[in-house]
């Protein structure tokens, strides 16, 4: 009885993207669970934005995650807490692209695309900003799985691309970022809820704890030239959790 009137035990649950879950929450969990261990989370996976919507209308979960516009500003439904950006990425074979660290969208016109279906807000994202670069992009293949883009890729199908979220370095592939006049194309993610529906203590601190982990471990994925940067510097996140032998 303690323990629920403090907001520490109970169950919580959270619907994410495949790739979300993979990045992200494959290691957070543990991190909340060892400030939480009386909570239950049970994870949803959820491809489509329509499907997370449902479930917190329903009451289903008690949060969701996408990017920030899912939800317009103006709708009085939902909160949300943002989260660090994703960015989208080109990922092919490096012969395919030599030496390039980042490229213009205009300058995709010329190459085969494997690109995520329309009920991913990224794929939107990348199709609206191919009308604004005026191009008109050749896509020869859409999945709703990024590492089957990834695996097409890898076997010279074309250029994949895929969110910054995704884990690419698995494959053997030059990762390469995607600019629109010189700006990296990137969008916010946010951790969404139903206002309707008080969150308890600990959904509210797993929130939180989320946009902290975030930060530390973002992006996923990052250019081919930067990941070999970063290999050689350690972020400061990662610095402050190395203990000393």
């Given amino acids: 009885a303690q323990l629920l009137r403090r907001g520490d035990t109970g169950t919580l649950k959270v619907a994410a993207s495949p790739q979300f879950i993979e990045g992200v929450f ?28 449902e479930m917190l209308e329903r009451g289903e979960i008690h949060l969701g995650q996408n990017l920030l516009r899912a939800v317009p500003p103006a709708d009085p439904r939902f909160a949300s807490m943002p989260l660090e950006a994703v960015e989208l990425l080109a990922a092919c074979p490096a012969a395919l692209m030599p030496g390039k660290a980042a490229i213009e969208v205009a ?107 975030v930060g530390e471990v973002f992006p996923i994925s990052r250019p081919s030239e930067r990941m070999r940067g970063a290999a050689a510097r350690p972020t400061a996140g990662r610095r402050a959790r190395t203990k000393p032998r």
Avoid at 26 to 53: C, H, I, M, N
Avoid at 176 to 194: K, N
Wanted: hydrophobic letters at 45%.
């Fill in 26 to 53: 494959a290691g957070f969990l543990r991190v909340y669970a060892e400030r939480y261990p009386k909570v239950q989370l049970k994870l949803v996976e959820s491809v489509a934005w329509s499907d997370t919507l």
């Fill in 107 to 213: 300058d995709l016109a010329t190459y085969p695309l494997l690109v995520l279906d329309a009920s991913f807000l990224s794929r939107r994202t990348f199709d609206a900003t191919c009308r604004l670069a005026g191009i008109e992009a050749n896509v020869v293949f859409e999945s709703r799985t990024p590492h089957t883009l990834l695996a097409m890729a890898e076997r010279g199908h074309g250029v994949a691309i895929v969110p910054s979220a995704v884990r690419i370095d698995r494959y053997p592939l030059r990762i390469v970022q995607l600019l629109y006049r010189s700006r990296p194309v990137r969008e916010p993610l946010a951790i969404f809820w139903d206002r309707r529906r008080p969150l308890p203590r600990y959904a509210t601190a797993f929130c939180s704890m989320l946009a902290h982990y």
